[in-house]
């Protein structure tokens, strides 16, 4: 039995840029950027980061957390043209994702989520939530799971968040790795050196189609597939072969009708470490190399920093506003793009890139080797 795609009706965010969709998007577009110094209490790489500006650092990471997500949560059931009420039928599923949360900060947390039953309480959630902890790529994968519970008929809605926070261990941690860059984040270009941590929270509220369309829901979008593959390289190392980058996208092409022909846009993880980047370099490569019209790349890690467990939501979202406006943000900083990268990408001094009508992919690649691709289309956006 074939089961259709779940329809995207609302969405919402919170990020250094703002928490309006169009206001950040437009600020995204102009080439405006979150990162600035942001002190730090123990010596680091780098004192940059993207916080969200309303946000107080001097709350408790698990408030901000809370804040964050809870914030975003509304926001993108409002935008559904849902009440809150929504949440405490039996058809709907809240699924939260984020890497660490406050974890290693709060010495009173037991449990990784916490952070999510706490969430879930508050809004009026009657169950315990579902929550994903797969590092960089927990948004993406809340999604990815929210998509197969309404795809099997088992939920009608689902509530698909991936919120996170900068926090002095996790600044520490990355400094101390190496991640982290001194000056600056540069996706793709050939002064890449490392990446500069930030936070927010994003939202997707799905649909099936007969719960979206039984109520005339707007559809922002459709989540046409979905797909996830680890490379069990290491910890935090990538398999520089993309092979499980290259395995996600064809799994979520796998019964979509679409194909690697059909995508115009491809938002990037683009964290500006030279192996992450030389991998999706490679992936891409190898999925879109031969193509005759080859989809261009962005990335808004430049502007909004690495969130994290958030990224994937977030930037979903960005690439929904793409397909939308057909076009994409500047990639921050992108002067002198790596060698024999194999797709085209909007340079820093541009100011929305026109891209042409189509498909759009979404990937996120995680530490210990999770990697997830999310495959969108926009309705009535294919047609000229």
């Known amino acids: 039995m074939e089961f259709e795609p779940p329809i995207v009706t609302g969405v919402g965010w919170e990020t250094p840029l703002?928490?309006?969709?169009?206001?950040?998007?437009?600020?995204?577009?102009?080439?405006?950027?979150?990162?600035?110094?942001?002190?730090?209490g123990t010596p680091l790489r780098s004192n940059l980061a993207a916080i969200v500006p309303d946000v107080p650092l001097e709350q408790p990471p698990g408030e901000r957390q809370h804040t964050l997500a809870t914030r975003a949560i509304t926001t993108a059931l409002a935008d559904a043209g849902l009440t809150p009420e929504v949440l405490a039928g039996p058809g709907t599923e809240l699924i939260l994702g984020t890497s660490y949360a406050a974890n290693l900060d709060d010495p009173d947390v037991v449990r990784l989520d916490d952070w999510a039953r706490g969430v879930a309480e508050a809004l009026g959630y009657p169950r315990p939530?579902?929550?994903?902890?797969?590092?960089?790529?927990?948004?993406?994968?809340?999604?990815?799971?929210?998509?197969?519970?309404?795809?099997?008929?088992?939920?009608?809605?689902?509530?698909?968040?991936?919120?996170?926070?900068?926090?002095?261990?996790?600044?520490?941690?990355?400094?101390?790795?190496?991640?982290?860059?001194?000056?600056?984040?540069?996706?793709?270009?050939?002064?890449?050196?490392?990446?500069?941590?930030?936070?927010?929270?994003?939202?997707?509220?799905?649909?099936?189609?007969?719960?979206?369309?039984?109520?005339?829901?707007?559809?922002?979008?459709?989540?046409?597939?979905?797909?996830?593959?680890?490379?069990?390289?290491?910890?935090?190392?990538?398999?520089?072969?993309?092979?499980?980058?290259?395995l996600a996208v064809e799994r979520a092409l796998a019964g979509s009708g679409l194909t690697t022909q059909d995508i115009s846009v491809v938002s990037a993880h683009g964290t500006a470490t030279p192996v992450n980047d030389a991998v999706e370099s490679t992936s891409l490569r190898t999925l879109f190399g031969a193509a005759a019209e080859k989809p261009t790349v962005f990335g808004t890690k430049g502007a909004l920093g690495h969130s994290l467990g958030a990224c994937g939501t977030i930037e979903a979202i960005t690439l929904i506003q793409a397909l939308t406006d057909r076009q994409v943000p500047p990639v921050q900083e992108l002067e002198e793009p790596i060698d024999d990268f194999p797709l085209p990408l909007p340079p820093a001094q541009d100011r929305g890139t026109p891209v042409p009508a189509g498909?759009?992919?979404s990937l996120t690649l995680g530490f210990g080797g999770f990697n997830t691709a999310l495959l969108f289309t926009v309705p009535g956006a294919d047609h000229e």
Do not use: Y
């Open 129 to 246: 939530p579902l929550c994903v902890a797969t590092a960089c790529s927990a948004g993406s994968d809340a999604l990815l799971m929210g998509a197969e519970l309404i795809r099997s008929g088992q939920r009608e809605v689902c509530v698909c968040v991936g919120a996170d926070i900068v926090t002095p261990a996790k600044r520490l941690g990355h400094s101390l790795l190496g991640t982290m860059s001194p000056d600056g984040l540069r996706a793709f270009d050939s002064r890449h050196n490392g990446m500069i941590l930030g936070e927010g929270a994003g939202v997707f509220i799905l649909e099936s189609v007969n719960h979206a369309r039984s109520r005339c829901a707007r559809e922002r979008a459709i989540l046409h597939g979905a797909g996830s593959a680890n490379d069990a390289a290491g910890m935090t190392a990538p398999d520089p072969a993309g092979s499980s980058v290259v």
């Open 359 to 361: 498909s759009g992919l």
């Open 18 to 40: 703002g928490n309006t969709l169009d206001g950040v998007w437009a600020r995204l577009l102009k080439g405006e950027t979150g990162v600035r110094e942001v002190p730090s």
